[in-house]
């Protein structure tokens, strides 16, 4: 069996959840590869973004956004409302502060000191939700999905633009 292994680097905008179509990248993943039959695993290592698999949509809204990510994101605010202030949820609680504000790098996650840019519970609540990983089918050298499946990556995280990481594993033969 072959394992191949890539990272791709992706780019947040903040103010909002930032939901990008990995589609394309997955498969050149897989065509370098050079595995014929296996799996392909997409996973995040962030604790605010998700890995997702839905029908590409052709409408979009007004911030650019697939009609149902618009749906998705509107369905999970119902459910866990967008973090706007201190003690809505218990996290982030004073030892998390902290501990934050004792890092090196504090200014980057507090910039100013602002405690209020460590709220996103809501964030951390709907990755988990909805997950950090799927696994594909690898058929023949190509992604086994039908024509309207598509991977997305989501980044819930509403705090500011981010650089973010998502992984692709492909294991076979």
């Known amino acids: 069996m072959t394992v ?14 930032t939901f990008i179509d990995i589609t394309t990248q997955v498969k050149e993943t897989i065509a370098k590869s050079n595995i014929r039959n296996g799996i392909c695993t997409v996973i995040s290592p962030h604790t605010t973004c998700a890995v997702f ?4 949509v052709h409408d979009r809204d007004e911030n650019g956004d697939e ?7 509107n369905v999970l605010k119902k459910i866990i409302p967008d973090n706007t202030a201190q003690g809505q949820y218990n996290y982030p609680g004073e030892k998390h502060y902290q501990e934050v504000e004792s890092w090196p790098e504090a200014e980057f996650y507090l910039p100013g000191g602002d405690r209020d ?3 996103n519970c809501d964030a951390h609540l709907k990755a988990t939700l909805i997950g950090s990983s799927q696994i594909f089918d690898v058929e023949e050298g190509t992604l086994g999905v039908g024509t309207t499946g598509y991977i ?3 980044d819930f995280d509403r705090a500011r633009p981010r650089t973010r990481k998502c992984k692709i594993i492909i294991m076979g033969e």
């Open 117 to 119: 840019a460590l709220l």
């Open 67 to 73: 009609f149902l990510q618009t749906d998705l994101n």
């Open 53 to 56: 698999f839905e029908e590409f």
């Open 4 to 17: 191949y292994k890539e990272t791709i680097s992706l780019q947040s905008h903040g103010q909002r959840p």
């Open 152 to 154: 997305y990556f989501v």
